[in-house]
């Protein structure tokens, strides 16, 4: 008993300790690369919906096409949506690229 009781305080304790950790402070390239992979996240989601979208196409064709074949009844398709293809990821480029080094002009001599 004594053994469970001391087991949950820490587990309390550490749960306290936790929730009071400041959130990381992230730098431009941080928030840069988050905003990618969020961005990537979001296209990859469109992608799947894409494909998901023209799989039940080909199902709903593939049923129609077997339930003509047997003999059943089959009521006209409602009309959808065409399915339409995100593209390729082009990564957006909001913020100008990191400026290199300064160029040192020449000197006179």
């Known amino acids: 008993m004594k053994r469970i009781l001391l087991i949950s305080l820490l587990l309390a304790g550490s749960a ?8 990381p402070v992230l730098d431009d ?13 979001a296209h990859a989601g469109k992608v799947d919906a894409y ?15 077997t339930a003509s074949t047997a003999g059943k009844t089959v009521k006209p398709a409602q009309a959808a949506p065409a399915c339409a293809d ?16 300064a160029a040192v002009a020449p000197q006179k001599p």
């Open 29 to 41: 390239a941080a928030k840069a690369k988050a905003e990618e992979a969020k961005a990537k996240t």
């Open 51 to 65: 494909k998901l979208c023209l799989s039940m196409e080909r199902a709903a064709a593939n049923y129609f096409k």
């Open 86 to 101: 995100p593209g390729p990821f082009v990564p957006t480029t909001g913020a100008a690229p990191a400026p290199a080094a």
């Open 16 to 23: 306290s300790v936790m929730a009071k950790l400041p959130a």
